[in-house]
């Protein structure tokens, strides 16, 4: 029996590269999966490989924005299934023109906010209590080691939301854990995909990158997966408030590798 077997998942973000990893994860484990996506099509793929395996999704199209569009997608993945046990808050944005504060641009400012936080909060205060009438469970948001961590290239935007993120989840925790939900926040490095590459496109760049990484890697799609996995699963049964840096080592390496 899988570890989230005839679990019902609201997964946002669920069309792009971590969101589906997490998606396909969750299917492996028996989960069933409303992808939430603000692009149908990406969220109709992610359905598309989860039932091409044996798995049980439903393509939902939301921009985690609009209070009443996550509503009705919430209430139609209720009515598809019966309940809710686990909410994945993984859409957001990390647009490349975030700059320093010197730099602001209001309007991006207010993008990024409303997308990684405000969207973040929507879909808890409506997926939060059919999870609590289910009898509790899981909700797992997607922070980032930025929300602990400065950076030469500064993102202030994007680093400052999803420093609100950790703040919300500890909120979670406290007041939820009454009714059996963990609210817990994961927080990763970089993780290699097209858009991070595009960060550090220079070798040179890569290079000092990775220098910082003691396991040597970028992380992969599938590290995000798995921990996402066991922050949902009954495995994580006594692990709540916390947010968790999934990041190769790079927090704790106090220098560059030297030549």
Known sequence: MGRLQGKVVFLTGGGGVLGRASALRFAQEGARIAVVDMLKD???????????????ALALEADVTDESAVQAAVAATV????????????????????????????????RIYAINV???????????????????????NMSSFMAFMGCIKPQDAYAASKGAIVALTHSLAVQFGKDNIRANAMCPGPIETEHVRQFFADPAARKL?????????????????????FLASDAAGWLTGQAI???????????????
């Open 42 to 56: 990406k969220a109709d793929e992610t359905v598309h490989q989860i039932r091409a395996n044996g798995g049980d």
């Open 79 to 110: 009515l598809q299934w019966g309940c809710l046990n686990t909410l994945f808050n993984n859409a957001g944005v990390m647009p490349h023109q975030d700059e320093s504060v010197l730099e602001m641009d209001v309007q991006l400012w207010a």
């Open 245 to 259: 840096t999934l990041d190769g080592g790079i927090s704790c390496n106090y220098f560059s590798v030297l030549e």
């Open 118 to 140: 405000q969207g973040t909060a929507l879909c808890c205060k409506y997926a939060i209590p059919h999870i609590i009438q289910a009898g509790g469970g899981a909700v797992v």
């Open 209 to 229: 990158r990775l220098d910082r990484v003691p396991l040597g890697r970028f992380g992969q799609p599938e590290d995000v997966a798995e921990l996402a996995l």
